[in-house]
């Protein structure tokens, strides 16, 4: 056990109280202080919502504690969805909710029986000053931390203030679900979070949420209204919900919500926890649930480890993954209300149904068993035929039916010989075609052997290359009928010239490169990559007619659909991009003017390519750096394509400058798709770090997507898609086993099965 016989605490939240608790009953000779600036009665917010498993971590750390709260939780396990004045329900969620105020009271009795010093309506003398006199100090002084921002430099927090304006109020009665209300008004979408809190001798509550964008907060005077006044005009729009009755207020001003990351959460022997550490949007209800954890974690490591520097790197190591992972549910969850406009018009239960999975951790498959009715009707919505997967029913893009929505995702395998697909990328594409996804694609192929990226990239700038990738889809096409693949068509511009990924990605050729050329001379690596030449219009004409000569080979080669590749700071990425395209002349400047050669290429490209045969076009909505790409740039550019005639915008992002700072995350590039799909209602293919089949049939359901295209995984399984189905017990049309192949479509048992099974348990 770390020595930490003096414990300071700032901040008397859950956190704070808890910690302190905990540290009390672990060693009862500490002396803890808890420093809180308000009375003992006072409090912000209204009720609190913990996990089953936080309530078991309480259980096992402090009985004395899980007891109190059970006696005092009101439990429900239903979400109403108001959708238009339709409300549907889904059930098998499991809540547990209480008031703050109680919550804080259970807390203050537990310190006081222990022999913790509660200092109530005193400020905390700063870190500093209590780290020259105590032991240990723990900051849970909240989102607005002194603490962290008195010592930012050590903290590096970062604190991004979202769109939304949000006020917590409350109900004096008691909701009987979960209910989330959307109201569309004259100054556009409100909504309503509202949930249980108490329901016994002593009253009935319910918490109620309002959130509405910046925009329409302002337009609808909220910034104009005092505290009665707001809670008085958010009743009478929510009029339905409430049943007419008030809403209660309590310190409810509007706020913005912020979220917080820190860098680093310890400073010499001063920690954060709680919201002083990390924030995550209250859609996910995991404030007071981190804070809690974060203290039982605190106390572990303290308890565990010998000394106190050891103590707080394991408290942080063993945290940090999990308050990640709830941050980008959280970020998730805040998107989608954050757009909750462009989802109003979705059909109800569709609309329920991505309300519910909105931060991807409620997924298809978990909602099925905790709801079984509710998601067979939203994949009757869907069109799912009785016991069909909805990855596995059809899709039409001009001519193509697609049997089902998994694409083998480009993929640049650097693997042919002076651009000429050979055995690998038959063995590669076939094996991919045989495993069952509906669409197989090419990686990027180079419309020039200037355009590559490497001297191992494919091309189809020469009839031998078109040969060999006939051979390919003449293979496709006989040995997996039903199975399409598609081509995609780019130019490497200033990324070209490059080795071959094992041997160093992005690393120039020490010999036998090529120049580069862009739309305007900025490196890839500044210091690193060549400088490419700016393209002037007799080379714009000619890379536009080296594209239309790769489609018509693409065409004779047999491929049933041509994507444009338009992202990833390869050549027409480079002038859709601001950071990328500095250019003064017709091609640069505003949106519409960096548009303009892409556009022009696709054009051409349309007109030789069959008119009944899909064209789609690849695009990075997102720079992930400051000055570039935004995510409504990543609308207009898609619209515009659309408008031309593409027929699905396949949406990645990134990789376009060498500073970018992506969020990576399971399935993290898919909210762009869905913006795009949504606010569009066009054909969209997501990609990024879909993994799992549930992911697939989760995004397709919540019309999040209309195609999912999926790359690492059908690296390390080419029959993932056969896979899948097998996974759901599904065995129809849209993913056909190969008939020579058809003996391993069952899992080949593992071990022994003959031990004879237990038949008595004697007590």
């Known amino acids: 056990m770390a020595r930490v016989p003096r414990v300071a605490v700032i901040g008397g939240g859950p956190g704070g109280l808890y910690a302190a608790a905990l540290l009390k009953r672990l060693d009862p000779a500490r002396e803890i202080t808890v420093w809180e600036r308000n009375a003992a009665d006072d409090t912000f917010g209204f009720g609190v919502v913990l996990s089953d498993e936080t309530l078991g971590g309480i259980e096992h750390a402090d009985p004395v504690v899980h007891r109190a709260l059970q006696a005092e939780f009101v439990r429900w396990d239903t979400i109403d969805i108001v959708h238009r004045g339709r409300t549907l329900t889904s059930g098998g969620h499991g809540f547990a909710a209480l008031g703050r105020r109680?919550?804080?009271?259970?807390?203050?009795?537990?310190?006081?029986?222990?022999?913790?010093?509660?200092?109530?309506r005193t400020e905390a003398p700063p870190a500093a000053a209590l780290a020259t006199a105590y032991d240990l100090v723990i900051a849970a002084d909240g989102v607005h931390s002194l603490t962290r921002g008195t010592h930012a430099e050590v903290f590096a927090p970062t604190i991004t203030t979202h769109r939304c304006r949000y006020v917590w109020l409350a109900a004096d009665f008691a909701l009987d679900a979960f209910r989330f209300e959307i109201a569309e008004t004259e100054h556009g979408v409100m909504q309503l979070h509202g949930y249980p809190y108490a329901n016994g001798a002593a009253g009935a509550r319910s918490t109620v949420i309002v959130e509405m964008r910046e925009e329409v907060w302002r337009a609808a005077g909220f910034a104009d209204l005092d505290e009665r006044q707001s809670a008085d005009r958010c009743a009478k729009i929510f009029a339905d919900a409430l049943g007419g009755r008030p809403l209660r207020a309590n310190a409810s001003s509007w706020s913005a919500f912020r979220t917080v990351v820190n860098e680093r959460w310890s400073h010499?022997?001063?920690?954060?926890?709680?919201?002083?550490?990390?924030?995550?949007?209250?859609?996910?209800?995991s404030g007071t649930k981190l804070a809690v954890e974060d203290a039982l974690a605190l106390a572990a490591c303290i308890e565990e480890r010998p000394e106190l520097p050891d103590a707080l790197v394991a408290y942080e190591s063993e945290r940090r993954p999990v308050v990640e992972s709830t941050q980008r549910a959280a970020a998730a969850s805040l998107r989608w209300f954050e757009e909750l406009a462009t989802y109003t018009d979705q059909p109800p239960r569709q609309f329920a149904f991505g309300l519910l999975t909105r931060s991807?951790?409620?997924?298809?498959?978990?909602?099925?068993?905790?709801?079984?009715?509710?998601?067979?009707?939203?994949?009757?919505?869907?069109?799912?035929p009785p016991g069909t997967p909805p990855m596995f029913t059809p899709f039409r893009l001009r001519g193509l039916t697609l049997r089902n929505?998994?694409?083998?995702?480009?993929?640049?395998?650097?693997?042919?010989?002076?651009?000429?697909?050979?055995?690998?990328?038959?063995?590669?594409?076939?094996?991919?075609?045989?495993?069952?996804?509906?669409?197989?694609?090419?990686?990027?192929?180079?419309?020039?052997?200037?355009?590559?990226?490497?001297?191992?990239?494919?091309?189809?700038?020469?009839?031998?290359?078109?040969?060999?990738?006939?051979?390919?889809?003449?293979?496709?096409?006989?040995?997996?009928?039903?199975?399409?693949?598609?081509?995609?068509?780019?130019?490497?511009?200033?990324?070209?010239?490059t080795r071959v990924m094992w041997e160093g990605m992005d690393e120039p050729l020490p010999v036998g490169g090529w120049p580069l050329v862009a739309a305007s001379p900025l490196p890839y690596r500044p210091g690193v990559s060549e400088v490419p030449h700016q393209l002037d219009r007799r080379q714009l004409d000619t890379i536009r007619?080296?594209?239309?000569?790769?489609?018509?080979?693409?065409?004779?080669?047999g491929f049933d659909l041509l994507e444009l590749h338009c992202a990833h700071g390869y050549l027409l990425s480079g002038f859709l991009s601001p950071l990328t395209n500095r250019r003064t002349d017709a091609y640069g400047g505003s949106l519409t003017a960096r548009l303009r050669f892409p556009l022009e290429v696709f054009d051409a490209v349309r007109a030789d390519w069959p008119?009944?045969?899909?064209?789609?076009?690849?695009?990075?909505?997102?720079?992930?750096?400051?000055?570039?790409?935004?995510?409504?740039?990543?609308?207009?550019?898609?619209?515009?394509?659309?408008?031309?005639?593409a027929d699905a915008i396949d949406v990645s992002t990134g990789q376009v400058v060498s500073d970018e700072r992506p969020e990576f995350g399971r399935s993290y590039q898919t909210p762009f798709a869905d913006l795009i799909r949504n606010t569009l209602s066009v054909p969209v293919i997501a990609v990024g770090a879909i993994s799992s089949w549930d992911d697939v049939n989760s995004l397709l359901l919540a019309g999040r997507t209309d195609l999912c295209a999926l790359a690492r995984p059908h690296l390390h399984d080419p029959q993932w898609t056969l896979h899948a189905a097998g996974a759901q017990g599904y065995e129809g049309p849209a993913a056909p086993w190969p008939p020579p192949y058809r003996a391993g479509s069952r899992t080949p048992p593992a071990g022994r099965t003959d031990d004879p099974k237990p038949r008595l348990t004697l007590r």
């Open 102 to 120: 109680r919550l804080l009271e259970i807390l203050h009795e537990r310190c006081a029986s222990l022999g913790v010093r509660l200092r109530f």
């Open 268 to 285: 010499g022997h001063t920690v954060l926890i709680g919201d002083a550490a990390h924030t995550a949007h209250f859609s996910i209800g």
């Open 405 to 497: 929505r998994v694409v083998v995702s480009p993929m640049d395998m650097y693997s042919a010989v002076d651009g000429v697909p050979g055995d690998f990328h038959l063995v590669h594409l076939g094996a991919r075609a045989l495993g069952g996804a509906g669409l197989v694609m090419t990686e990027m192929v180079c419309v020039s052997p200037e355009g590559r990226i490497t001297p191992g990239c494919a091309g189809l700038y020469n009839r031998e290359q078109g040969d060999g990738w006939r051979r390919v889809t003449e293979f496709v096409h006989t040995r997996s009928p039903g199975t399409a693949i598609g081509v995609q068509l780019g130019h490497a511009g200033r990324k070209g010239a």
């Open 611 to 645: 008119d009944d045969r899909p064209m789609t076009v690849r695009i990075s909505a997102t720079d992930w750096a400051p000055g570039g790409t935004t995510p409504e740039d990543a609308v207009e550019i898609a619209r515009a394509f659309v408008a031309h005639g």
């Open 545 to 557: 007619e080296q594209f239309t000569a790769a489609a018509r080979r693409a065409q004779r080669s």
């Open 360 to 384: 991807r951790r409620v997924t298809h498959d978990n909602l099925r068993l905790r709801d079984p009715r509710f998601t067979r009707a939203v994949e009757r919505d869907f069109g799912c």
